[in-house]
């Protein structure tokens, strides 16, 4: 059974990095796409990045600062995070879906979701 684990928030302070790490299990990476969300408070949650086959693809939003990676041997995606902002304080989650391109970011085509983890970007 697919289940999806995040790890590697906290706080951190504005313009420093974090990489966020998900772990998944029951299925191979090939599987699936794996997608990273946020939901900061008050507003609805929002898709970041996917990865599937190693090819990754990203919100219209992002503007460099966010990687997405993946280890196909510790079955591990990775969203790395850079020059954090105080307004990138959410929860962050990742998810699976079997779609890939544009439509991987939609949320009416995940399959499974994390639990999430928070991260909260203050001095």
């Known amino acids: 059974q697919l289940q999806l684990v995040e790890s590697g928030g906290g706080l951190v302070q504005p313009g420093g990095s974090l990489r966020l790490s998900c772990e998944v299990s029951?299925?191979?990476?090939?599987?699936?796409?794996i997608v990273w969300f946020r939901q900061a408070p008050g507003k609805e949650r929002e898709a970041i990045s996917c990865i599937r086959g190693g090819r990754p693809y990203y919100a219209s939003f992002v503007q460099g600062r966010f990687t997405i990676s993946r280890d196909n041997a510790k079955n591990m995606v990775y969203l790395q995070i850079d020059s954090l902002k105080p307004d990138d304080t959410a929860r962050y989650y990742c998810?699976?879906?079997?779609?890939?391109?544009?439509?991987?970011?939609?949320?009416?085509?995940?399959?499974?979701w994390g639990q999430g983890i928070q991260v909260t970007v203050s001095s």
């Open positions: 998810a699976a879906t079997t779609k890939f391109y544009s439509l991987c970011l939609t949320q009416t085509y995940i399959n499974s």
């Open positions: 029951g299925v191979t990476l090939d599987s699936y796409t």
